[in-house]
């Protein structure tokens, strides 16, 4: 059998953290910015983390 890949996508948008659970980037800022607010934006700066239920799918996706 081959080895199982890893889905190059995920890879690039997800980590695990130290208590294995996955961090993620907040979507939504890229462009448009003009009528967020500047506290919208500094919010979606920050990493969030995956939610339990989706966590899953992604582990999968990430092979872990």
């Known amino acids: 059998m ?3 890949k890893t889905k190059s996508s995920a890879k ?3 980590t695990l953290t130290g208590t294995g659970k996955i961090k993620r ?3 939504f800022k890229s462009h ?3 009528k ?3 506290k919208r934006k ?3 700066t920050k990493t969030g983390l995956v ?3 989706d966590e899953g799918r992604v582990r999968d996706m ?3």
């Open 32 to 34: 448009i910015l003009t």
């Open 42 to 44: 500094h919010n979606l």
């Open 25 to 27: 980037k907040h979507a």
């Open 51 to 53: 939610h339990a239920s």
């Open 62 to 64: 990430l092979r872990i």
């Open 2 to 4: 081959p080895k199982v």
């Open 12 to 14: 690039k948008r997800f």
């Open 36 to 38: 967020k607010s500047t």
